[in-house]
């Protein structure tokens, strides 16, 4: 499998993927570099996690997501690769199982880089000591609640295709923010990563600060996001990988 996942690494190179993981996070945390550099007193690092972790829950990260797996699949399509990829003696799941492990790594390195962003371009101007603990989690939980939503984006990404799958990850993406704070947010994978990182942070979905004893503050919701995005994905990997290998590819 090893050497399936470094084949798919390999095809990105000199695509467009590797700008957008770069420049998503750098666009963030340039935001908001500039946005403290107009507040003459300072900003204080909670308040700064706090704002971008926010914008990466509800918007950079299903946005990443939705465009990383719809150009995986439409570079493929594009190229025919399917077909010569299925020409040789190996079972198909294990080309998806590869595509879907290297969106995952994507994603995570991603996340990764949205972090040191943040330090570096922030770390002049902020007040306070660093919180490491939150700097570094904050990637971490979003990450591992989102692999569900992954797992499904890359799945409807094979059946529907480039087009269809832009539609259904902006409908899940203002889903997700709209029903992050109600009891349903249970069933719906996009609001998994806002709820995870509510109670670290401290922020409602729109950005407002939680009230002191506000129930969203209980940790147990980081918790119950993680271990949905983890069987979700596990799921939805195996359901893809099955539905893959029996698929006539196109």
């Known amino acids: 499998m ?14 467009v993927t590797p700008w ?69 003696p190996h079972k198909p799941g294990k080309l998806y199982v590869a595509k879907l492990t290297t969106l995952v790594i994507h994603i995570l ?12 371009l922030n770390v002049w101007v902020a007040l306070g000591p660093i919180p490491w603990g939150k700097l570094i989690s904050g990637f971490l939980v979003a990450w591992l609640a989102g692999l569900g939503q992954m797992a499904i984006m890359m799945w409807l990404a094979h059946v529907f295709g480039f087009g ?8 899940g993406l203002v889903s997700g923010i709209l029903m992050a704070e109600r009891s349903s947010w249970i069933i719906n994978p996009w609001s998994w990563p806002i709820r ?20 969203l503050l209980n940790p147990i919701y980081i918790s119950i996001a993680i271990a949905l995005g983890i069987i979700t994905a596990v799921v939805f990997a195996v359901l893809g990988t099955l539905w893959f290998n029996r698929r006539e590819v196109r």
Do not use: D, Q
């Open 164 to 171: 269809l799958t832009i539609t259904v990850g902006f409908i």
């Open 20 to 88: 957008l993981i770069v420049c998503g996070p750098l666009i963030i945390a340039l935001a908001e570099m500039i946005f403290n550099f107009m507040i003459p007193e300072g900003v204080k690092w909670v308040y700064i996690l706090l704002n971008v972790h926010n914008w990466w829950s509800t918007v950079a990260l299903p946005f990443g997501i939705i465009l990383l797996v719809a150009l995986a699949v439409s570079y493929e399509r594009r190229s025919g690769a399917w077909k010569v990829l299925n020409t040789y």
């Open 196 to 215: 995870a990182l509510e109670p670290i942070f401290g922020f409602h979905a729109n950005g407002m600060l939680l009230e002191p004893g506000s129930p």
């Open 109 to 120: 390195l991603a996340g990764a880089l949205f972090a040191i962003f943040v330090f570096i």
């Open 2 to 15: 090893k050497a399936y996942v470094s084949s798919e690494w390999m095809k990105y190179r000199r695509t």
